[in-house]
């Protein structure tokens, strides 16, 4: 499961949160939390880089505001187009 955060202080939350949602689906997998270091590289190029050694990914989501739902399941449909198998869990 990948997390991107923008800052280090929120990893190790980050990190327990998806030990914890595993564990509770009984998901034998590794969490990845991933700092973003450039602000302005595109997420989907961060998630493609991180998982093209993959089988299965697993993806923590926010919920989006009604204000981007547009550009928001533009965004998701990027990612589901681009990357393996995937999983979207709501975080």
Do not use: H, W
Not at 5 to 33: C, D, F, H, Y
Not at 35 to 56: G, H, K, T, V, Y
Not at 60 to 76: C, D, H, K, Q, S
Request: hydrophobic residues 45%.
């Amino acid at each position: 499961m990948i997390r991107l955060l923008n800052t280090e202080e929120a990893r190790k939350g980050a990190e327990q949160n998806i030990i914890s949602m595993l564990e509770a689906a009984r998901v034998e997998a590794e969490p990845v939390v991933l700092i973003r270091s450039d602000p302005d590289e595109p997420f989907i190029s961060i998630l493609m880089q991180a998982s093209r050694e993959s089988n299965l990914v697993f993806l923590g989501m926010r919920i989006p505001e009604e204000n981007e739902l547009e550009t928001y399941a533009r965004e998701v449909t990027e990612v589901m187009l681009s990357t393996v198998s995937s999983i979207v869990i709501r975080s």
